[in-house]
């Protein structure tokens, strides 16, 4: 099931979380890049987290400090993470080509500042237009900077790819 | 306001006049750049069928089969062969195959041009700013759009302004300079921004030195890191330039974001300690400590200047039989180039182990993957935890001269002592 479809504009799950500088080889370890997406990502954070795609359930939430996301560019980072279940990544800030290739795949990324207060297993709720998380178990809201429209479709759409794919299949029709 | 270097491309790139920081344009790329492991085989490959899609310009693509060969397994040679027919089927004349790490060859193949603007699915993909070519890593589906469109979006970095004076000591390489600027940026201390190195002690490095600190800009997060190009750039290119190209200079009123001086004189070795690029040291803080393996290699620290270098050391002397010496050449180029200058003879005679030019050791993908409890001296540009093998093992990343001194003792050495 494609975890980030058509309800995105609200995404409710568990939070997962980790600290400062995860980096892409932590995220997505290159020695299981020879397998499928899907396969790789049973091996997803598992340097520091070992167990961790089978902890996901679908609709959770990533939540970490600093600079998630550094080092390769490699595509499989945030793929990897959209294959466990993850449904969205929150962080203080990201690194250029993570955060890129995230939102590009249709997994939303928001910059929260607050961050370092979610603990681990909160239930989070996030409302991607509106721009606000409730944590309901720590009873807070926390407000980002909502993403600008088109980028929301793209991630309703499930990514750029499917995006492009969409609208080459519309000009077909018409 | 003048320009800086990144500025002044990106403007060009995009047909203005001008650009400013946080400006978002739509700009043409002279070159995308794929390899096997983050090539046509993630997203690209299938997308690009669903898509009825062709590449906007086959002459502006290069393929290059890099971390996977020579093939350690199965499956890594279906990916190879996968890469390989894919060029072929999207008319990609230019496809190299175990001729050595990407960077290396972009810049040896003469795609690396001044002005130019190069994107990659790899991050170091910033190694192209040595010959004042904007290059930038990108995601694959970044890289779906460039090949459809031969056009990608991009926000105007700011620069931060690297200023080296002065002349290096000896022992003392182009690998200490850059791990002394990112320990001082932090990781993330460039996110979104480029690099733009100056000053005499980078006008005097040749093109091999200036590739090593245009690598690991990314290390600092940074976009780009960009070397003015000037008549060594020139004097480089003009027997390997791929097509004419317009050499482009910062502007002297250009504005930077901040700008960090230093007297390149008093630097000493430095190494990135486990498990982050910018945890960097003095290598006399280190030594002493048992070493395992020692990687000589890659597109960072695996040039004609970085094998001279260890060779000048291991010269006569013979590797600690308490640790291994692992020689990967960034290309088979350089590999000749070695051959036949004698050097690889001195490191082999030394006791290094000459191995195909890979990406292998570096990824800890094959040729050198070190194992659980083990530690690493390398010449690469991470030393993330895993990175070279085993979660359990730790890497040191040093300049080649500090990794022949170490080579020798078994333990982190300093090179001045072998001068």
């Known amino acids: ?174 | 306001m003048g320009l800086t270097l990144s500025e002044k491309i990106l403007a060009r790139k995009c047909g203005l006049n001008t650009v400013k920081p946080r400006d978002i344009v739509i700009a043409k790329v002279d070159c995308a750049m794929m390899t096997d492991i983050l090539g046509p085989r993630v997203q690209i490959g299938d997308a690009m069928k669903r898509l009825g899609a062709s590449v906007w310009d086959p002459e502006r693509v290069v393929l290059i089969a890099d971390h996977y060969t020579p093939a350690a397994n199965e499956k890594q040679a279906e990916i190879v062969a996968y890469t390989r027919n894919w060029a072929s089927e999207y008319g990609v004349s230019r496809y190299y195959e175990g001729q050595g790490a990407c960077h290396q060859l972009l810049a040896e193949k003469g795609f690396d041009l001044p002005g130019s603007l190069i994107v990659g699915t790899d991050s170091h993909t910033c190694t192209s700013g040595a010959l004042g070519a904007f290059g930038t890593g990108i995601g694959s589906t970044e890289m779906l759009g460039v090949l459809v469109t031969g056009e990608i979006w991009l926000k105007v970095p700011e620069t931060v302004g690297i200023r080296w004076d002065g002349r290096l000591s000896p022992g003392v390489m182009a690998k200490d300079v850059i791990l002394r600027v990112i320990k001082d940026l932090g990781h993330a201390g460039a996110t979104y921004m480029a690099l733009e190195f100056s000053g005499s002690a980078i006008r005097h490095m040749p093109v091999d030195e200036r590739l090593c600190i245009s690598n690991m800009a990314v290390e600092a997060g940074a976009k780009a890191g960009l070397i003015p190009p000037d008549e060594i750039t020139l004097e480089y290119l003009e027997s390997r330039a791929a097509q004419p190209y317009t050499a482009l200079a910062p502007d002297p009123d250009a504005h930077y974001a901040r700008t960090l001086t230093y007297g390149a004189a008093g630097l000493v070795p430095q190494a990135a300690c486990p498990h982050e690029v910018d945890r960097v040291k003095d290598i006399p803080q280190l030594e002493g400590l048992d070493i395992d393996q020692v990687f000589l290699g890659s597109c960072t620290g695996g040039r004609m200047s970085d094998l001279t270098a260890a060779a000048a050391i291991l010269k006569g002397r013979r590797v600690s039989p308490r640790c291994r010496l692992l020689v990967t050449p960034a290309s088979q180029e350089v590999w000749i180039q070695a051959l036949k200058a004698g050097v690889l003879e001195t490191l082999a005679d030394a006791g290094a182990l000459i191995q195909a030019p890979t990406c292998g050791a570096c990824a800890g993908l094959h040729s050198g993957v070190v194992g659980k409890g083990e530690r690493c001296v390398s010449t690469t540009n991470r030393n993330f935890i895993g990175r070279m093998g085993s979660v359990q093992s730790e890497v040191y990343l040093t300049s080649p001269a500090t990794a022949a001194a170490t080579a020798l003792e078994g333990r982190i050495a300093d090179p001045r002592k072998y001068l």
């Not at chain 1, 961050?115 to 409302?127: F, K, N, T, Y």
């Open chain 1, 1 to 174: 099931m494609n975890a980030v479809g058509l309800n995105a504009v609200v995404i409710r799950g568990r939070a997962h979380k980790f600290g400062d500088n995860i980096n892409t080889d932590i995220i997505s370890p290159v020695k299981y890049m020879d397998l499928s997406p899907e396969a790789m990502s049973e091996h997803a954070m598992e340097a520091i987290d070992p167990g961790f795609a089978a902890k996901v359930k679908p609709g959770d939430i990533l939540v970490a400090g600093q600079n998630f996301g550094s080092g390769s560019s490699r595509e499989t980072a945030p793929l990897s993470l959209k294959h466990t279940g993850i449904s969205a990544v929150v962080a203080v800030f990201f690194a250029r080509i993570f955060y890129r290739n995230a939102i590009n795949l249709g997994l939303p990324a928001l910059e929260l500042a607050e961050s370092e207060s979610v603990r681990d297993g909160d239930d989070l709720e996030i409302r991607l237009l509106d721009g606000w998380i409730h944590n309901h178990t720590q009873n807070r809201q926390y407000a980002f900077s909502p993403m600008p429209l088109k980028l929301l479709q793209m991630i309703q759409a499930g990514g750029l790819a499917a995006q492009l794919e969409q609208r080459l299949h519309i000009d077909k029709i018409k």
